[in-house]
């Protein structure tokens, strides 16, 4: 088994590259902006450093979100286009499930990231993982109380959380994991997501309205 992994729904822009096992290359660049720019020679990196090509790859692997609309359909777009190129599957893996397995809780945390306008995208996970709520879209002090909070929507928003709750890391998701929680699921006969966004909210973008009429 060979899969390729990436995620945009954060600042983060990671690809890697899994072989069932283990990682055999990983790329991961912060850069809220070059979503676009970035992701392609990642994957391009990656496949170079593990010595595979796109033909040798088993599944593809993209984060659905939540994130802004933007940087999200650049990897889920990428990901239809490369799989439907190597005529292999397409899955799609909630970047918050990313983020809480790369975290090392003892008991039930919640996983964030940067929503903007002031917000946080978040689920609720049990201390082995495993996502029981989410994902939604809140102000960070809408946030349940006491449980700790890993990811960057907690450091960013420390003060209002509260200090003592917040984790230093994992900060943002890492393709990585996206790819193990995928060959996990795999392994127990799991039912796998397409690779379709979870936006949570409507993109800042409209079609326009209809134009005025001007009278005489």
């Given at each position: 088994m060979l899969v390729l992994a990436f995620d945009?729904?954060?600042?983060?822009?990671?690809?890697?590259?899994?072989?069932g096992a283990r990682v055999l290359a990983e790329s991961t660049t912060i850069d809220a902006r070059r979503h676009g720019e970035l992701l392609v020679p990642a994957v391009q990196a990656v496949l170079r450093e593990a010595g595979a090509t796109p033909r040798e790859l088993t599944a593809i692997v993209a984060g659905t979100g939540p994130g802004p609309y933007t940087g999200l359909r650049v990897g889920l777009a990428t990901a239809q286009a490369l799989a439907a190129a190597a005529q292999v599957p397409a899955y799609g893996v909630c970047t918050l499930?990313?983020?809480?397995?790369?975290?090392?809780?003892?008991?039930?945390?919640?996983?964030a990231t940067d929503a903007r306008r002031k917000e946080v995208f978040w689920a609720r996970y049990a201390a082995d993982g495993t996502r029981e709520?989410?994902?939604?879209?809140d102000r960070p002090h809408d946030l349940p109380a006491e449980l700790p909070v890993i990811g960057a929507g907690g450091l960013m928003y420390a003060e209002v959380i509260g200090p003592h709750r917040v984790q230093s890391a994992p900060e943002h998701p890492w393709a990585g994991a996206l790819a193990a929680i995928t060959v996990a699921r795999i392994a127990e006969g799991a039912e796998l997501d397409p690779p379709l966004p979870i936006y949570l909210r409507r993109p800042d973008a409209q079609e326009p309205g209809a134009p005025k009429r001007v009278t005489a």
């Amino acid at each position: 088994m060979l899969v390729l992994a990436f995620d945009t729904a954060t600042p983060a822009v990671t690809a890697a590259i899994y072989d069932g096992a283990r990682v055999l290359a990983e790329s991961t660049t912060i850069d809220a902006r070059r979503h676009g720019e970035l992701l392609v020679p990642a994957v391009q990196a990656v496949l170079r450093e593990a010595g595979a090509t796109p033909r040798e790859l088993t599944a593809i692997v993209a984060g659905t979100g939540p994130g802004p609309y933007t940087g999200l359909r650049v990897g889920l777009a990428t990901a239809q286009a490369l799989a439907a190129a190597a005529q292999v599957p397409a899955y799609g893996v909630c970047t918050l499930d990313a983020l809480a397995h790369a975290a090392d809780m003892s008991r039930p945390f919640i996983a964030a990231t940067d929503a903007r306008r002031k917000e946080v995208f978040w689920a609720r996970y049990a201390a082995d993982g495993t996502r029981e709520a989410g994902p939604f879209v809140d102000r960070p002090h809408d946030l349940p109380a006491e449980l700790p909070v890993i990811g960057a929507g907690g450091l960013m928003y420390a003060e209002v959380i509260g200090p003592h709750r917040v984790q230093s890391a994992p900060e943002h998701p890492w393709a990585g994991a996206l790819a193990a929680i995928t060959v996990a699921r795999i392994a127990e006969g799991a039912e796998l997501d397409p690779p379709l966004p979870i936006y949570l909210r409507r993109p800042d973008a409209q079609e326009p309205g209809a134009p005025k009429r001007v009278t005489a």
